[in-house]
Antibody
């Protein structure tokens, strides 16, 4: 059974940093692209970043480029998202999602981690 | 970036109704279109990928169609557990944009 478990969410001050983790199990982690998707309170879904499986390429939404960094440790079956220079508009539930047939098909999702940016 | 739109933004329906939601991409995305269902406080769930392929375990009352820029999600005979918000999303290229969502609630 595929399981994705996010951790590391919490309260951060504007300009501060947080690191999210996503522990994966139930599939061959290294073989799949992994993404982060966020959802601000009461709003829709926004794709944030992807780390592909082959070649290890990374891509970011313009809204987070230069501030967030995605990484993965295939030996630990874990995906990370480093959030720096946080802004109030980064407040959201952050989901990690497994890539499917295509890297951008999100076939399994974690339960989400809430990040609140406030002074 | 590819922009995704959905209509309607919300609809009210009764159990047993047929429901259709449309999604439009700002440029052709072939059939690289996915549909997700999200219930309050829960993570999204993949329903359909590649425009018309049902994800494993999803009831057959859900179906998808379309290609290029115009797509539809149809729910035949709406069930109580189908009241939720539905999002389309393009997987043609990054950034993998989502539509704004369509909320289906009880009439």
């Amino acid at each position: 059974e595929v399981q994705l478990l996010e951790s590391g969410g919490g309260l951060a001050q504007p300009g501060g940093s947080l690191r999210l983790s996503c522990a994966a199990s139930g599939f061959i982690f290294s073989s799949y692209a992994m993404s982060w998707v966020r959802q601000a309170p009461g709003k829709g879904l926004e794709w944030v970043s992807i780390f592909t499986s082959s070649g290890g390429s990374t891509y970011y939404a313009d809204s987070v480029k230069g501030r967030f960094t995605i990484s993965r440790d295939n030996s630990k079956n874990t995906l990370y998202l480093q959030l720096n220079s946080l802004r109030a508009e980064d407040t959201a539930v952050y989901y990690c999602a497994k890539g499917g047939r295509r890297s951008g098909d999100f076939d399994y999702w974690g339960q989400g981690a809430l990040v609140t940016v406030s002074s | 970036d590819i922009q995704m739109t959905q209509s309607p933004s919300s609809l009210s329906a009764s159990v047993g109704d047929r429901v259709t939601i449309t999604c439009r991409a700002s440029q052709s995305i072939n059939t690289y279109l996915n549909w997700y269902q999200q219930k309050p406080g829960k993570a999204p769930k993949l329903l359909i990928y590649a425009a018309s392929t049902l994800q494993s375990g999803v009831p057959s009352r859900f179906s998808g169609s379309g290609s290029g820029t115009d797509f539809t999600l149809t729910i035949t005979s709406l069930q109580r557990e189908d009241f939720a918000t539905y999002y389309c999303q393009q997987s043609y290229n990054a950034p993998f944009t989502f539509g704004p969502g369509t909320t289906v609630d009880i009439k």
